[in-house]
Nanobody, 122 residues
């Protein structure tokens, strides 16, 4: 069956870095756009970044551009989110997701992981 399993979350101080990983199985990973979303306490889930299957095109939301980088390794069926210069407002549960179309809309994503908690606090 389809599985997306995130890892790499945790507690980090402001200004610190984390790298999230998402291991995929059960579908043709290289045929899908992969995205990262996040949901902060009391807020709706929001798009963070996406990457085309060939890694040629990436898109990162404005508020994290320059701090977050999305990448993927199709040989390992894994997508990554490198996060640097973390801020308290980056605190959220981070989800990876897979879509057949290029989109920032969570409704267009077919498969979802369970999420990994990122907490930015001193």
């Amino acid at each position: 069956q389809v599985q997306l399993v995130e890892s790499g979350g945790g507690l980090v101080q402001p200004g610190g870095s984390l790298r999230l990983s998402c291991a995929a199985s059960g579908f043709t990973f290289s045929s899908y756009y992969m995205g990262w979303f996040r949901q902060a306490p009391g807020k709706e889930r929001e798009f963070v970044a996406r990457i085309y299957w060939s890694s040629t095109f990436t898109y990162v939301k404005d508020s994290v551009r320059g701090r977050f980088t999305i990448s993927r390794d199709n040989a390992k069926n894994t997508v990554y989110l490198q996060m640097t210069s973390l801020k308290s407002e980056d605190t959220a549960v981070y989800f990876c997701a897979a879509a057949k179309v290029r989109s920032t809309n969570e409704g267009d994503y077919d498969y979802w992981g369970q999420g990994t908690q990122v907490t930015v606090s001193s």
